[in-house]
């Protein structure tokens, strides 16, 4: 299995455009995750899906952010308009159902806003 | 609400040195506790997990008890290599059906030759 995937790798936009990042499960995972990290406040939870429905956007800044999955094998995380302090390390995780707690990380978006 | 306190870094070590991070949890329940790994430029993997009080988890070298009573989760390495070199963050699942994790705020390691 290739793990999960996560594009673009890297993305340098400017204040004002609007950003989306994708993330690719593990096939036959049904949970996944969006979580940010920054040197300030290290990693937290944006959002989780559980079946493709949101079951806790708690973490979400605000409405400049907003997440979908419209199937089991792709999400999106969008910024619009993005700001300079969004600028962070994003990470996707996804885990299975077999009841194990592991969640599976892609490599992660690293996203300058200028 | 859940939080996890880890120690602030960085950890500069000797190669072949004793290791200890030190992590304590605030949590509802009876969470699930977790030392995740990222080395420099690369995703967060698991190294080891514990689910109940007591456990003991074990990777690489690495160890880590669950210890309700301090509700602590340690992690600890008899004799660090320059390999390990990585920031290790301490995390938490809460009760049954919140399975996100939340995390401590990371400690880097560095080992010196």
């Known amino acids: 299995d290739a793990g999960v995937i996560q594009s673009p790798r890297h993305e340098v936009t400017e204040m004002g455009q609007e950003v989306t990042l994708r993330c690719k499960p593990i096939?036959?995972?049904?949970?996944l995750f969006w979580y940010r990290q920054t040197m300030m406040r290290g990693l937290e939870l944006l959002i989780y899906?559980?079946?493709?429905?949101?079951?806790?956007d708690s973490g979400m800044p605000e409405d400049r952010f907003s997440a979908k999955m419209p199937n089991a094998s792709f999400s999106t995380l969008k910024i619009q308009p993005s700001e300079p302090r969004d600028s962070a390390v994003y990470f996707c995780?996804?885990?299975?159902?077999?009841?194990?707690?592991?969640?599976?990380f892609g490599p992660g978006t690293r996203l300058t806003v200028l | 609400g859940n939080s996890v306190t880890q120690m602030e870094g960085p950890v500069t070590l000797s190669e072949e040195a004793f290791l200890t991070i030190n992590c304590t949890y605030t949590?509802?329940?009876?969470?699930?506790l977790f030392w995740y790994v990222q080395y420099p430029g690369e995703g967060l993997q698991l190294l080891l997990k514990?689910?109940?009080?007591?456990d003991k988890g074990s990777n690489k070298g690495f160890e880590a008890t669950y210890r309700k009573e301090t509700t602590s989760f340690h992690l600890e390495k008899g004799s660090v290599q320059v390999s390990d070199s990585a920031v290790y963050s301490c995390?938490?699942?809460?009760?049954?059906?919140?399975?996100?994790?939340?995390f401590g705020s990371g400690t880097r390691l560095q080992v010196q030759p």
């Open positions: 995390a938490l699942t809460g009760f049954t059906g919140r399975r996100a994790l939340t």
């Open positions: 096939s036959g995972h049904n949970s």
């Open positions: 899906f559980n079946n493709n429905v949101p079951i806790d």
């Open positions: 514990a689910t109940k009080a007591d």
């Open positions: 949590a509802t329940g009876y969470p699930s």
């Open positions: 995780a996804s885990s299975g159902t077999s009841g194990s707690e592991e969640q599976f």
